[in-house]
């Protein structure tokens, strides 16, 4: 069979996407990928020739009485009739939308053609896009469980949220350590901002680097292109051993190679935290809707998984402290460690594949 999955617009809903995506591939289907022009899109998918990629324009939605819905509504016409074009070549059996309006019109395009169509929240709070994706539905997977409260008029199974293959399989510590330059004895601090890195936990590591000179740790530090230089001559003018990169494809030796990480909290990188049982300090993205990024993080902490900071609280001292507390104390991460593998996922992409496969079995 043919399946659509809409996964454009951050890391967030592409690259758990893609872990779908793989899964259907491997069980002989073919699959239709629907991007956003983004670039992060552009990077993640290039020569991924196993898929059939095609993008789809943009569309974050405004205010409902703001004089840009105008232009919004016009280019989610024109999605919509892109979409339509492309259903009626493909002809799929189902469609999976991963979140946010760049699901919405493969959503509606399936529902036109009577198909089945599902959606993935990740988030412990859904956003305005699936709120409304939520209404034309089979059924809304979920992430989190505490995400089920936000749709009560929907059908909801918590499925988690999938994980890339390449992030899967065993990792040799030693040689993920090697891959960057490190060393093994030293306490590994990976630091992340999402896909596109994130400027105000960067300034505040890099102040905190010049109060930890006694600890004994490293860094592999994921900045984002515009921060990448800056980091990289904080880390050098302080004397601490680091990898420095804008970043990094092979995410599995950043998680293999890591001790602890500090990370805002998308759902995705959740996920793939607790996977490789890292213990981590949570930023989340302050503007994030909903402040969702603080629910998902707040569900973390509660399990004894991260410590949650504020970025507003999140100073140089303040983060130096926290740091050095939990270098200083290895069973406490050893515990935090448990705890977080404790909220990984079981086979989350292969959960959501088999709900998507059920839809299209006819009726006995």
């Excluded at 300090?281 to 993080?297: G, K």
């Excluded at 460690?337 to 959501?352: C, G, H, I, M, N």
Aim: aromatic fraction near 8%; proline fraction near 5%.
């Amino acid at each position: 069979m043919r399946f659509v999955i809409a996964a454009g617009g951050t890391g967030g809903h592409l690259f758990p996407g893609l872990a779908v995506g793989e899964i259907l591939l491997a069980r002989g289907h073919e699959v239709m990928l629907l991007i956003s022009e983004k670039e992060i899109d552009a990077t993640a998918t290039q020569g991924r020739k196993e898929f059939r990629i095609e993008k789809l324009a943009g569309i974050g939605m405004p205010r409902l009485f703001s004089p840009a819905i105008f232009g919004f509504a016009f280019r989610f016409w024109k999605g919509l009739r892109r979409c339509k074009a492309l259903f009626r070549e493909w002809q799929p059996a189902a469609v999976l939308g991963m979140g946010g309006f760049t699901s919405t019109a493969p959503i509606l395009a399936g529902r036109s053609r009577k198909i089945p169509a599902f959606v993935h929240e990740s988030n412990a709070i859904p956003g305005r896009a699936n709120r409304l994706n939520a209404r034309y539905v089979t059924k809304v997977l979920l992430g989190f469980a505490e995400c089920a409260s936000h749709f009560p008029k929907a059908k909801c199974e918590v499925t988690g949220t999938p994980l890339r293959s390449a992030l899967t399989g065993a990792v040799d510590k030693t040689a993920a350590l090697a891959a960057f330059g490190l060393k093994p004895g030293r306490t590994t601090l990976l630091v992340m901002g999402g896909s596109q890195g994130a400027s105000g936990i960067n300034f505040a590591v890099g102040g905190a680097a010049a109060k930890l000179k006694s600890c004994s740790w490293q860094v592999i530090h994921l900045a984002g292109a515009q921060d990448e230089q800056r980091m990289h001559d904080a880390y050098q003018r302080e004397g601490v051993p680091a990898a420095v990169a804008a970043f990094h494809h092979k995410m599995e030796e950043a998680y293999g190679a890591a001790d602890l990480a500090i990370a805002r909290s998308g759902a995705a990188s959740l996920a793939e935290l607790s996977h490789f049982g890292l213990p981590s300090i949570l930023i989340p993205y302050p503007f994030a809707a909903d402040d969702h990024q603080t629910a998902n993080a707040k569900i973390f902490e509660n399990a004894g998984a991260g410590v949650l900071m504020k970025e507003s609280a999140a100073t140089p001292d303040a983060l130096a402290e926290k740091i050095s507390a939990l270098i200083a104390d290895p069973a406490r991460l050893a515990e935090m460690s448990r705890k977080s593998r404790a909220l990984a996922p079981d086979a989350a992409a292969e959960r959501v594949a088999d709900v998507v496969l059920n839809s299209c079995k006819p009726n006995p």
